[in-house]
């Protein structure tokens, strides 16, 4: 699974790393989502890519909670880190096992996770105000965490549950943020205890993105005032769309 890449590919991954970031600044949602399934493309496996962007948006992540920190139930977010956690396990269990079986297979699971997510969060939050409930609540937390370690797309269920409770865009960007924050060191450990074999390669393309992640955040601060938002984002969602079904047909 440890892969090898030629300088031109270890410029193509700090240039997906620097877009991830700048979109995520942007929009205020999407490294994942959008590093994934170009990191899958470029050649490197899933387990690698999983660690590579949950390493890269470490950074960036921090840096956008503390622009939140008085929109913060910090209990709230506790509570919903602490189930996320609690599930990671099973999601690196389930790459363990597609990565063992055959690896075709990650990527395939990746592309159908993307779609999933597109189409979720494409239906307006007031046809979802039935599932604002406690048991709702546990499952999309769960669902984070093991989606979070078996194919590096933990938000959007964070993201579809906060869009349900009718919040303050300031209060859901926070509570996103930092329920991802604070499980970001469990996920990076579970992942490296299953796969140690990643590291090596791993750190070394996370030390040489992170200053691609500090100019996309800068880049992306400047870009957010003189783009038309909306219009980025159906972009950024119809590649998506595109790269998640490529991923799935393999091709």
Request: hydrophobic share 55%; charged share 10%; with cysteine.
């Amino acid at each position: 699974m440890n892969s090898t890449l030629s300088t031109v590919g270890l410029i193509e991954v700090v240039a997906v790393v620097f877009i991830a970031s700048s979109m995520q600044t942007i929009l205020g949602f999407g490294f994942g989502m959008i590093a994934i399934p170009l990191l899958l493309t470029i050649g490197i496996p899933l387990p690698e890519a999983i660690l590579l962007v949950t390493g890269c948006s470490f950074l960036q992540t921090t840096n956008a909670a503390s622009h939140f920190r008085h929109d913060i139930d910090m209990k709230l977010a506790f509570k919903a880190s602490f189930v996320r956690i609690l599930f990671m396990p099973v999601g690196v269990f389930c790459l363990f096992f597609l990565e063992s079986s055959d690896p075709s297979l990650s990527k395939r699971w990746a592309g159908m996770a993307i779609l999933f997510m597109l189409g979720l969060g494409s239906i307006p939050s007031k046809r979802l105000a039935f599932l604002r409930s406690n048991s709702f609540a546990y499952f999309s937390w769960a669902a984070s965490g093991f989606m979070g370690t078996s194919m590096g797309v933990g938000g959007p269920p964070l993201i579809v549950w906060a869009k349900i409770q009718k919040w303050a865009p300031e209060k859901t960007r926070a509570f996103t943020l930092n329920v991802l924050l604070l499980s970001m060191l469990p996920a990076l450990a579970t992942l490296f205890y299953r796969f140690p074999e990643a590291a090596p390669p791993t750190l070394k393309r996370i030390l040489l993105c992170l200053p691609a992640v500090w100019i996309g955040l800068k880049v992306g601060k400047i870009l957010s005032k003189k783009l038309p938002t909306k219009i980025l984002e159906n972009l950024i969602l119809g590649l998506l769309l595109i790269a998640s079904i490529k991923l799935i047909i393999g091709i």
